[in-house]
């Protein structure tokens, strides 16, 4: 049996013994070194076993090692004994060693052992191979597995399942074909084993028609088997499939409920997993520590946290409370359910542990649910913590801080990540680095966005769609167009949200026929069906250009009657073309679709506000009231020396408001020696003329610019981020506040950015 298993893909030359060490640039960077202090741990001298101790009894313990013994001081011990009492040529000695340095992953030991064993048969070889697999050096495995053919040794079915799980483990597919047609040309018998390893390759390489037939083809099946087979259909989407498997199945055992139930949620079928779960509690068997982790992830998912406290009820009665994967669960079901106090304390638990490798997880399972629910500061001050103790930060959580920071739009710690994550190594990370270019978009620095985008080659859609939605949100939308042409040109198709971003860019922009084009190529060209944002960023790109006829015309055409977002998008833009009479007809709709939603409301009252129907605005907010329905107030902000500064209008609540408010009232006064002239009709109240205006000098916009000079140096840049709209008279003021100071002002609302200078805003009053 000297036949290459890959004839014409790699070539060896034959010998009786390969020598490992043409491989060991693979890997081995220093020889066996046997520390002489080991041999204290070994539960007998050496001496007794230089004078002719039994042979049987060294074989013996090498078959049932001390447990109590570190792992690897303890086959160094052994290994050292075996030299000293010559038991080293013998090939079941060498073997058992070898088969323990393989156990507690010491590849350069098996290596080295491995390449010095004067004899090799199918076990050593397996042992190497699975020595590769423990430590993940999949690429080598297969190089010695094709090694081992061309040295004559012909693989049994353990073999050929280990050569499998490195292949599945990499972008083997060709190779793993190879091995599969390689069994079947030999005639080599399957076992279970080997062929639930063949399944699970062809399923990690999305083979899923050979994985299919090779299940049909497999005499027996054991629960791994139908496990497999029903997480190919999961992957496929197949639920309908995938829920016959599982009823076919004749064990049900508790590995395969979790399949499924997980595959359910995969798929986004959150009530089926629902029902299987109440299901498992009445006929199923009783859950393991994976069980609960997938019970406790679905009820994160559905918020549901009676049900997640039922679950930790039961864990705790079963017994699964000290299980580490479990108490991550645990901690991400309380967070995202607004527990975050009893996460606490379950992570006050785990934060116990010597294992900082443990403990990471728990870490970040707790820093997502802070940023799930809003909770920015608390998130970013863990995240801190997490570093100083030691625990490692992965790329999901260095991207949930990102996201943070984006959302919150705090751009000194934005930066403070970016550089975290340089000096960490996750630099070249696709999605890491996606979440940088839009936190630094969201943070009022476009340009810190571009040359993160720049600096790396990436052929990933999520890059280059992080990189046009940040060109949307500033309503360049001729950049956003570059940026989507250009990936057109490098041939990486777009999807479904790229399209958002590049529509919303046009819309921003006010390129009508551009937006036409890419939504007409979305459909033709790549066969993307458009959801509800695609829509609506249509009927918000017709009504900002005015065209409100062909905007309700396309809802209509579209059958988007039900659809609330789009009522509103029409509303906006029916106020800022003056269409009272459609804004009021389009309200009325909306109000219909959202009776209980406080926006619905406050869209149709501001434009009986507008048209001084004040007794039918008092009606409107007096139906709120009875309804329960509370209008979201307006809130502004800004970052300072590491601080959050908030500010609702009128607010005096911070501890320089007479500064803020002296200096504003001066400021104002310069402002309209300048030009400016208050937005008096924008005051949706029925109040004096005066009172109009003291109300609309003291919006939160202003009193953060105001805070924002006062408390930096001239000349510096300020970014404000907003919860709702930007008032109209803000956005004029701030205008002449950059004509007057000499400020650069970006101000981020909830639609998108505004970036002022010399008296001018990029959206060229155009939002």
Same mark, same amino acid.
């Given at each position: 049996?000297?036949?290459?298993?890959?004839?014409?893909?790699?070539?060896?030359?034959?010998?009786?013994?390969?020598?490992?060490?043409?491989?060991?640039?693979?890997?081995?960077?220093?020889?066996?070194?046997?520390?002489?202090?080991?041999?204290?741990?070994?539960?007998?001298?050496?001496?007794?076993?230089?004078?002719?101790?039994?042979?049987?009894?060294?074989?013996?313990?090498?078959?049932?090692?001390?447990?109590?013994?570190?792992?690897?001081?303890?086959?160094?011990?052994?290994?050292?004994?075996?030299?000293?009492?010559?038991?080293?040529?013998?090939?079941?000695?060498?073997?058992?060693?070898?088969?323990?340095?393989?156990?507690?992953?010491?590849?350069?030991?098996?290596?080295?052992?491995?390449?010095?064993?004067?004899?090799?048969?199918?076990?050593?070889?397996?042992?190497?191979?699975?020595?590769?697999?423990?430590?993940?050096?999949?690429?080598?495995?297969?190089?010695?597995?094709?090694?081992?053919?061309?040295?004559?040794?012909?693989?049994?079915?353990?073999?050929?399942?280990?050569?499998?799980?490195?292949?599945?483990?990499?972008?083997?597919?060709?190779?793993?074909?190879?091995?599969?047609?390689?069994?079947?040309?030999?005639?080599?018998?399957?076992?279970?084993?080997?062929?639930?390893?063949?399944?699970?390759?062809?399923?990690?390489?999305?083979?899923?028609?050979?994985?299919?037939?090779?299940?049909?083809?497999?005499?027996?099946?054991?629960?791994?088997?139908?496990?497999?087979?029903?997480?190919?259909?999961?992957?496929?989407?197949?639920?309908?499939?995938?829920?016959?498997?599982?009823?076919?199945?004749?064990?049900?055992?508790?590995?395969?409920?979790?399949?499924?139930?997980?595959?359910?949620?995969?798929?986004?079928?959150?009530?089926?997993?629902?029902?299987?779960?109440?299901?498992?509690?009445?006929?199923?068997?009783?859950?393991?520590?994976?069980?609960?982790?997938?019970?406790?992830?679905?009820?994160?998912?559905?918020?549901?946290?009676?049900?997640?406290?039922?679950?930790?009820?039961?864990?705790?009665? %079963? @017994?699964?409370?000290? #299980?580490? +994967?479990?108490?991550?669960?645990? &901690?991400? =079901? *309380?967070? $995202? !359910? /607004?527990?975050?106090?009893?996460?606490?304390?379950?992570?006050?638990?785990?934060?116990?542990?010597?294992?900082?490798?443990?403990?990471?997880?728990?870490?970040?399972?707790?820093?997502?649910?802070?940023?799930?629910?809003?909770?920015?500061?608390?998130?970013?001050?863990?995240?801190?913590?997490?570093?100083?103790?030691?625990?490692?930060?992965?790329?999901?959580?260095?991207?949930?801080?990102?996201?943070?920071?984006?959302?919150?739009?705090?751009?000194?710690?934005?930066?403070?990540?970016?550089?975290?994550?340089?000096? %960490? @190594?996750?630099?070249? #990370?696709? +999605?890491?680095?996606?979440?940088? &270019?839009? =936190? *630094?978009? $969201? !943070? /009022?620095?476009?340009?810190?966005?571009?040359?993160?985008?720049?600096?790396?080659?990436?052929?990933?859609?999520?890059?280059?769609?992080?990189?046009?939605?940040?060109?949307?949100?500033?309503?360049?939308?001729?950049?956003?167009?570059?940026?989507?042409?250009?990936?057109?040109?490098?041939?990486?198709?777009?999807?479904?949200?790229?399209?958002?971003?590049?529509?919303?860019?046009?819309?921003?922009?006010?390129?009508?026929?551009?937006?036409?084009?890419?939504?007409?190529?979305?459909?033709?060209?790549?066969?993307?069906?458009?959801?509800?944002?695609?829509?609506?960023?249509?009927?918000?790109?017709?009504?900002?250009?005015?065209?409100?006829?062909?905007?309700?015309?396309?809802?209509?055409?579209?059958?988007?009657?039900?659809?609330?977002?789009?009522?509103?998008?029409?509303?906006?833009?029916?106020?800022?073309?003056?269409?009272?009479?459609?804004?009021?007809?389009?309200?009325?709709?909306?109000?219909?679709?959202?009776?209980?939603?406080?926006?619905?409301?406050?869209?149709?009252?501001?434009?009986?506000?507008?048209?001084?129907?004040?007794?039918?605005?008092?009606?409107?907010?007096?139906?709120?009231?009875?309804?329960?329905?509370?209008?979201?107030?307006?809130?502004?902000?800004?970052?300072?020396?590491?601080?959050?500064?908030?500010?609702?209008?009128?607010?005096?609540?911070?501890?320089?408001?007479?500064?803020?408010?002296?200096?504003?009232?001066?400021?104002?006064?310069?402002?309209?020696?300048?030009?400016?002239?208050?937005?008096?009709?924008?005051?949706?109240?029925?109040?004096?003329?005066?009172?109009?205006?003291?109300?609309?000098?003291?919006?939160?916009?202003?009193?953060?610019?105001?805070?924002?000079?006062?408390?930096?140096?001239?000349?510096?840049?300020?970014?404000?981020?907003?919860?709702?709209?930007?008032?109209?008279?803000?956005?004029?003021?701030?205008?002449?506040?950059?004509?007057?100071?000499?400020?650069?002002?970006?101000?981020?609302?909830?639609?998108?950015?505004?970036?002022?200078?010399?008296?001018?805003?990029?959206?060229?009053?155009?939002?």
């Amino acid at each position: 049996m000297r036949r290459l298993l890959l004839s014409g893909h790699l070539k060896f030359q034959r010998s009786s013994h390969l020598p490992l060490s043409l491989l060991r640039f693979f890997h081995v960077q220093s020889a066996i070194s046997v520390q002489t202090d080991a041999l204290s741990q070994f539960p007998c001298s050496s001496d007794q076993w230089s004078v002719g101790y039994p042979l049987d009894e060294f074989i013996s313990i090498l078959k049932n090692p001390a447990k109590t013994l570190s792992v690897h001081s303890y086959v160094s011990s052994l290994h050292c004994v075996a030299l000293k009492a010559g038991f080293n040529e013998n090939v079941e000695v060498g073997t058992g060693i070898l088969n323990l340095y393989s156990k507690c992953s010491a590849l350069d030991h098996v290596l080295k052992m491995f390449d010095e064993l004067s004899q090799r048969n199918i076990l050593t070889w397996t042992i190497l191979l699975s020595a590769c697999v423990l430590r993940g050096e999949h690429e080598l495995g297969l190089s010695l597995f094709k090694c081992m053919l061309v040295d004559g040794v012909l693989p049994n079915c353990f073999t050929l399942a280990t050569a499998f799980k490195c292949c599945a483990k990499n972008s083997s597919l060709r190779v793993g074909k190879s091995i599969h047609g390689w069994i079947f040309r030999n005639d080599i018998e399957n076992d279970i084993i080997l062929q639930n390893s063949i399944i699970n390759f062809y399923a990690k390489h999305d083979a899923f028609v050979y994985a299919r037939k090779v299940f049909e083809l497999m005499p027996e099946r054991d629960a791994v088997s139908w496990n497999s087979i029903i997480g190919v259909h999961i992957q496929l989407g197949d639920m309908t499939a995938a829920m016959d498997l599982f009823r076919a199945s004749p064990s049900k055992a508790v590995s395969s409920w979790n399949t499924f139930i997980n595959g359910q949620m995969e798929n986004k079928f959150d009530q089926t997993a629902l029902e299987l779960l109440h299901l498992m509690v009445k006929i199923g068997p009783l859950f393991d520590q994976y069980t609960f982790s997938i019970a406790l992830a679905l009820s994160a998912k559905l918020a549901l946290l009676d049900l997640g406290k039922q679950i930790h009820c039961k864990l705790l009665r %079963l @017994g699964f409370e000290n #299980d580490a +994967f479990v108490k991550n669960s645990m &901690i991400n =079901m *309380y967070s $995202k !359910c /607004g527990e975050v106090e009893t996460s606490l304390i379950i992570f006050s638990d785990r934060v116990q542990s010597p294992n900082l490798s443990q403990l990471s997880p728990s870490f970040i399972t707790l820093i997502a649910g802070y940023v799930h629910k809003g909770f920015i500061e608390e998130a970013l001050a863990l995240f801190s913590r997490m570093l100083n103790e030691g625990a490692p930060a992965d790329a999901f959580t260095l991207t949930s801080i990102a996201a943070a920071c984006a959302d919150a739009g705090i751009f000194q710690q934005g930066r403070q990540i970016h550089a975290c994550i340089e000096k %960490l @190594g996750h630099g070249v #990370d696709v +999605f890491l680095a996606s979440a940088v &270019i839009d =936190m *630094y978009a $969201k !943070c /009022g620095s476009l340009d810190d966005g571009r040359k993160v985008f720049d600096g790396i080659e990436c052929t990933n859609i999520v890059f280059w769609t992080s990189m046009i939605a940040s060109y949307a949100l500033y309503g360049e939308g001729r950049e956003a167009i570059d940026v989507f042409q250009m990936m057109l040109e490098n041939r990486i198709m777009p999807n479904k949200i790229s399209f958002v971003g590049i529509l919303s860019a046009c819309s921003h922009a006010g390129l009508v026929e551009e937006g036409y084009k890419y939504f007409k190529m979305m459909q033709k060209d790549h066969g993307i069906v458009p959801t509800i944002e695609h829509f609506n960023c249509m009927v918000d790109l017709l009504g900002r250009q005015g065209l409100l006829d062909e905007a309700k015309n396309f809802i209509c055409e579209h059958n988007l009657r039900h659809h609330s977002l789009v009522w509103k998008t029409l509303i906006s833009a029916c106020r800022v073309h003056g269409d009272f009479e459609a804004a009021i007809w389009a309200s009325e709709k909306l109000v219909e679709i959202e009776p209980h939603e406080a926006g619905s409301y406050v869209l149709l009252s501001n434009i009986y506000a507008t048209k001084r129907e004040w007794a039918k605005v008092s009606r409107l907010w007096s139906v709120m009231k009875s309804k329960g329905v509370k209008k979201q107030p307006g809130r502004s902000w800004i970052q300072l020396r590491g601080k959050v500064h908030s500010f609702v209008a009128g607010d005096k609540s911070h501890p320089e408001s007479y500064m803020i408010y002296s200096y504003l009232d001066k400021l104002i006064g310069r402002l309209k020696e300048l030009g400016y002239l208050t937005r008096t009709d924008l005051v949706l109240h029925d109040l004096e003329e005066e009172q109009r205006e003291v109300i609309l000098q003291h919006h939160s916009e202003k009193l953060a610019v105001a805070y924002g000079i006062i408390s930096t140096p001239c000349g510096s840049p300020l970014r404000i981020m907003k919860n709702l709209r930007v008032c109209g008279d803000c956005h004029e003021a701030i205008k002449y506040v950059t004509q007057a100071t000499g400020r650069e002002i970006v101000l981020r609302d909830a639609y998108r950015f505004h970036h002022f200078k010399h008296g001018i805003c990029t959206c060229r009053d155009y939002w």
